[in-house]
């Protein structure tokens, strides 16, 4: 892979080592255009006509997620983030009281909590299937649950916010067309450096931001939803005017797409998510995905090789968000090298994820996510500056 074709995108405008972790990635130029220009429009024309003149411009954000995750454009909705879209999926489960979700010790932190608040409110059960020693989700135990329990929703975090982890979410979607259950994924951490295919995980919904391996801006993310959840009529709770026609003085009729989702409210972002994933799309993500491994292997063997850092990541399958700690030593020891070093990268602490830290026996780990536009050497750089941490 020509991997000077790739930076030149970024080229100039970095200002440090930037890693895919410091809250939002490192957007093409293209996807910035595309914002400011839009932006620059709406100074001029006001946002109501720049929004009809650019209806098709607004629409290639469909059709672009349909190619990224093998799916139709109308399996789509717009979301402001990764959580708002998962929780308007959320809130399209019809739960009873009683009714269970199935989900793992490594799904992301606001779903827990989401999970929890449903409990509180209407008495939804929520439970957890197990690991094995190594990390890595126990099936047999997943597949037990399911088959006792019969849950109305399995949700399932692809790959953790707080560890390289990837879940199995295609053997688990197996799993779950065996039964009747509707099955959501959060995509977050994986789409945009992982082949993520709708189809091989046979999910009712899958939810991603555009600000992290997608390359796309802040404020945006997207829903997919399935055919079957969208002929089986399930729509938001809160859903909108776009989402509905108000048909009688006590009836509304939810959109027959995926766009029974989205909120009216749409902009300049929508156009940048739609960029980003044409990007994504052209650079290939095979490509993608296949320069993130050899960057995240590598970038595990250098750490490994210092002594005084401890590498955190578990499972048999890993991916492109390396977590480690330095045991003895203070959180700050490491923020202060690494920000005077101007790298970038994400703090993750325990409140984040109580249960896989409380096994890890760990307070805090330090996040770097290498993406495709980073270097062998930038690696190289960054473990020889937490190096000097022995001394
Ligand atoms: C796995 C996972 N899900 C969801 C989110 C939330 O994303 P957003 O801030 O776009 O809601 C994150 C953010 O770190 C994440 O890692």
Redesign the pocket.
Known sequence: MNTDLLRQDTAGLRQGLFFNSAGASLMPRPVVSAMVEYLQQEEQLGGYAVEQQRTADLERLYTELAILLNARPHNFAFAW????A?NRALSAIPFRRGDVILTTDDD?I??HIAFLALRQRFGVEVRRARNLPDGDLDLADFEQQLRQHRPVLVAV?H???NSGLVQPVEAIGRLCRQSDTWYLV?A??SVGQLRVDVQQLGCDFL?A?G??FLRGPRGT?FLYISDRALQAGLAPLFIDRRGADWVAADAYQPHPEGRRFEQQELGGTVLGLAEAVRYANAVGIDQIAARTRELHLQLRQLLSRQPHLRLLDRGSEQCSLVTFDAPGRALEDLTQLLNAHKVAYTVSRRSFAILDFDRKGVDWAIRFSPHYFNTAEELEQVVSILATLRH
Do not use: F
């Open positions: 983030n990764a959580t708002d998962y992301y606001s779903n975090t790959v953790p916010t959060d977050s951490q939810n931001p600000r992290k993310g």
